[in-house]
């Protein structure tokens, strides 16, 4: 039996053995949990007779949430992958010590998160260790982005996401929605540890690199005799080789922080959040100024948002804090739909400049500017612009903040004079003298690459430029070949 279960329940064991001797049943073994459904009518008439001692399974996971204050004594005692023989375990666990300001951040900002994950890894009897996982997809960042294109806390690749049920559009994307693409990270581990005849550790891996490459790799080595087993697939990318040990340090570290002369931060053992159902469309800002909440608060617990409005056509739930779901549902009941809704959409058309579409929305060319996050004043034809419905909306939520790099729209000079460069990173590269090299500026290259502001360029990247036609052949002539 499992050391993880609560006292209660191994006291419930001891009463019910006893019980089951007294009566003579003659069973060689207690069952467990899983095993009790299929046993014979003997032993059901005995796990009967002393069945209202007997707690289920929702009773034990009831148990757990008062029995722990602190979250994290709530995963330690569920903690249950069996352990890994890997070497790179340990150079993972000392990162994780060495690197006590990293832990930190991502231990707050996990608190948004973690308990809402744990509730749903254990109604689907997952190992808990599940939950840790955001922490080496995406160190619990909602708009944590990679070069693949995956986003989000669980790292969904447009492709996944959409086979999942997380879809995206300009004005959402389900992969950062923290409750959808949580869901839908579930339901596609449960399904790779289906396919991978409940292996978690295969599970896992696949989940990093693919099923049908790990599926590759066990075949190639039943044919060559050697174990169908993640420990004996040596071949794996690299990546992969150090994804399982990478999680399994985690695990090590939560399991006994001390030992690893690590501090986390208590998390509580309650909800962060409530799920509010606003009915139609609503502007965030609105949201922030019924529950008298930051917005930058609110928004970091509905980053499926990519812009500061739900969706037209749905969804239109928003997360909020727990303590102020009341005071949402009663400001929505009694909020005018004509102020629902504080920004409008507008797409630019040919030869249209943001002086023009500054006026026809009574707006100021910096509030457009800021509520965009334009480095300058160049449009392209289609693009999208947010426009506050009032010159004071910004004064009083704030733009809107920088949207994931899987939502934002690069803007793209108009200028006839300008031409596309395709920048390759090269040793010795970085964004400062890159930017000197084109005659542009820092912020333009991340805009246009889809860079967050702390980003790093990696060498043999390719970066998209826009410069004057002299500027690309003068520092194209820089470049040495190869």
């Given at each position: 039996?499992?050391l993880?279960?609560t006292?209660?329940?191994r006291?419930?064991?001891?009463?019910?053995?006893?019980?089951?001797?007294?009566?003579g049943?003659?069973c060689?073994?207690?069952?467990?949990?899983?095993d009790?459904?299929?046993q014979?009518?003997?032993?059901?008439?005995?796990?009967?007779?002393?069945?209202?001692a007997a707690?289920?399974?929702?009773?034990?996971?009831?148990?757990?949430?008062i029995?722990?204050a602190?979250?994290?004594?709530?995963?330690?005692?569920?903690?249950?992958?069996?352990?890994?023989?890997?070497p790179?375990?340990?150079?993972?666990?000392?990162?994780?010590?060495?690197?006590?300001?990293?832990m930190?951040a991502m231990?707050g900002?996990?608190?948004?998160y973690?308990?809402?994950?744990?509730?749903e890894?254990?109604?689907r009897?997952?190992?808990i260790?599940?939950?840790?996982?955001?922490?080496i997809?995406s160190?619990?960042?909602?708009?944590?982005y990679s070069?693949?294109?995956?986003s989000g806390?669980?790292q969904?690749?447009?492709?996944?996401?959409?086979l999942?049920?997380?879809?995206?559009?300009?004005w959402?994307?389900?992969r950062?929605?923290?409750?959808?693409?949580?869901?839908?990270?579930?339901?596609?581990?449960?399904k790779?540890?289906?396919?991978?005849?409940?292996?978690?550790?295969?599970?896992?891996?696949?989940y990093?690199?693919?099923e049908?490459?790990v599926?590759?790799?066990?075949?190639?080595?039943?044919r060559k005799g050697?174990?169908?087993?993640?420990?004996?697939?040596?071949?794996l990318?690299?990546?992969?080789?150090?994804?399982?040990?990478?999680?399994?340090a985690?695990?090590?570290?939560v399991?006994d922080?001390?030992?690893y002369g690590v501090?986390?931060?208590p998390?509580?053992?309650?909800?962060?959040?409530?799920?509010v159902?606003?009915?139609?469309?609503?502007?965030l800002?609105?949201?922030?100024?019924?529950?008298?909440l930051?917005v930058?608060e609110?928004?970091?617990?509905?980053?499926?948002?990519?812009r500061?409005?739900t969706?037209?056509n749905?969804?239109h739930?928003?997360?909020?804090?727990?303590?102020?779901?009341?005071?949402?549902?009663?400001?929505?009941s009694?909020?005018?739909?004509e102020?629902?809704?504080?920004?409008?959409?507008?797409?630019?058309?040919r030869?249209?400049?943001?002086?023009q579409?500054?006026r026809k929305?009574?707006?100021?060319v910096?509030?457009l500017?800021?509520?965009?996050?334009?480095?300058?004043?160049?449009?392209?034809?289609?693009q999208?612009?947010?426009?506050?419905a009032?010159?004071?909306k910004?004064?009083?939520?704030?733009?809107?903040?920088?949207?994931?790099?899987?939502?934002k729209q690069?803007?793209?000079?108009?200028?006839?004079?300008?031409?596309?460069?395709v920048?390759?990173?090269?040793t010795?590269?970085?964004?400062?003298?890159i930017?000197?090299?084109?005659?542009?500026?820092i912020?333009q290259l991340?805009e246009?690459n889809?860079?967050?502001?702390k980003?790093?360029?990696?060498l043999g990247?390719k970066?998209?430029?826009?410069?004057?036609?002299?500027?690309?052949s003068?520092?194209?002539?820089?470049?040495?070949?190869?």
């Amino acid at each position: 039996m499992s050391l993880t279960k609560t006292k209660h329940y191994r006291l419930y064991v001891v009463v019910s053995a006893l019980t089951a001797l007294s009566l003579g049943a003659g069973c060689a073994s207690l069952p467990s949990e899983s095993d009790a459904p299929g046993q014979d009518m003997a032993a059901t008439s005995v796990t009967a007779r002393s069945a209202k001692a007997a707690p289920t399974a929702g009773q034990l996971q009831s148990e757990r949430n008062i029995q722990y204050a602190n979250l994290w004594d709530r995963i330690r005692a569920g903690l249950s992958l069996p352990t890994l023989d890997s070497p790179h375990i340990a150079r993972h666990e000392l990162w994780f010590a060495n690197n006590p300001e990293f832990m930190e951040a991502m231990v707050g900002r996990a608190r948004l998160y973690l308990y809402y994950i744990v509730e749903e890894v254990e109604k689907r009897g997952m190992p808990i260790e599940i939950a840790l996982l955001p922490a080496i997809e995406s160190a619990y960042k909602p708009y944590a982005y990679s070069r693949a294109k995956a986003s989000g806390l669980w790292q969904f690749i447009p492709s996944t996401g959409r086979l999942y049920g997380l879809h995206a559009n300009w004005w959402y994307d389900g992969r950062r929605d923290v409750m959808a693409s949580t869901q839908a990270a579930l339901d596609y581990l449960e399904k790779l540890k289906t396919d991978f005849d409940g292996d978690w550790q295969l599970a896992l891996a696949s989940y990093n690199c693919g099923e049908g490459k790990v599926a590759r790799l066990l075949e190639a080595n039943r044919r060559k005799g050697l174990p169908a087993t993640y420990s004996a697939l040596k071949t794996l990318p690299r990546e992969t080789q150090h994804y399982v040990p990478r999680l399994m340090a985690f695990v090590n570290i939560v399991s006994d922080p001390a030992k690893y002369g690590v501090q986390l931060a208590p998390i509580p053992n309650e909800p962060y959040f409530e799920r509010v159902d606003a009915g139609s469309q609503v502007d965030l800002g609105v949201v922030a100024r019924l529950t008298d909440l930051p917005v930058s608060e609110l928004y970091q617990i509905n980053p499926g948002y990519s812009r500061w409005i739900t969706d037209p056509n749905g969804p239109h739930h928003l997360l909020v804090p727990a303590d102020k779901k009341d005071m949402l549902l009663a400001g929505l009941s009694t909020l005018p739909d004509e102020e629902r809704v504080q920004w409008a959409r507008h797409e630019v058309q040919r030869g249209e400049t943001i002086n023009q579409i500054a006026r026809k929305h009574n707006v100021t060319v910096d509030a457009l500017k800021s509520a965009n996050h334009l480095t300058g004043t160049g449009l392209a034809t289609g693009q999208n612009l947010l426009i506050p419905a009032a010159p004071g909306k910004l004064a009083q939520a704030g733009p809107p903040p920088t949207p994931a790099p899987a939502a934002k729209q690069a803007s793209v000079p108009v200028n006839q004079d300008k031409v596309h460069v395709v920048h390759r990173v090269r040793t010795g590269d970085t964004l400062w003298n890159i930017a000197k090299r084109y005659s542009v500026n820092i912020a333009q290259l991340r805009e246009w690459n889809l860079l967050g502001p702390k980003d790093a360029i990696k060498l043999g990247q390719k970066l998209t430029v826009w410069t004057h036609r002299a500027n690309a052949s003068a520092s194209l002539a820089q470049i040495p070949p190869g």
